[in-house]
């Protein structure tokens, strides 16, 4: 299921999939090359967003992580979008 932005906005709560959906539109909408990247993080499985920066190399940001205050150690990525 794809995730609702216009719903995120209204309810203003959301998981880990809604939340990195929506950072990765707003850095879209603005120029800034970014995917979400779907897979475990500390051996949960989850959401977060990597920022596409200089020379292809990528910038992991974790709205959920971010919010919680959560300090993640290690992410595998399984797929992105």
């Known amino acids: 299921m794809l ?3 216009l ?3 209204k ?3 959301g998981i880990c ?3 990195a959906a929506f950072a990765v539109s707003m850095l879209r909408i603005n120029k800034i090359p970014a995917r979400l990247a ?3 993080a500390d051996n949960q499985y989850h959401a ?7 020379n292809n ?5 974790d709205p959920t992580a971010d919010i919680s205050g959560k300090k993640i150690k290690k992410y595998i990525s ?3 979008y």
Not at 57 to 61: E, G
């Open 3 to 5: 995730p609702d932005m």
């Open 48 to 54: 977060w967003v990597e920022i596409i920066g200089e």
């Open 11 to 13: 309810k203003r709560t």
């Open 78 to 80: 399984e797929r992105f």
């Open 38 to 40: 779907i897979g475990m």
């Open 57 to 61: 190399k990528y910038t992991k940001y």
């Open 17 to 19: 999939l809604d939340l």
């Open 7 to 9: 719903g995120l906005m």
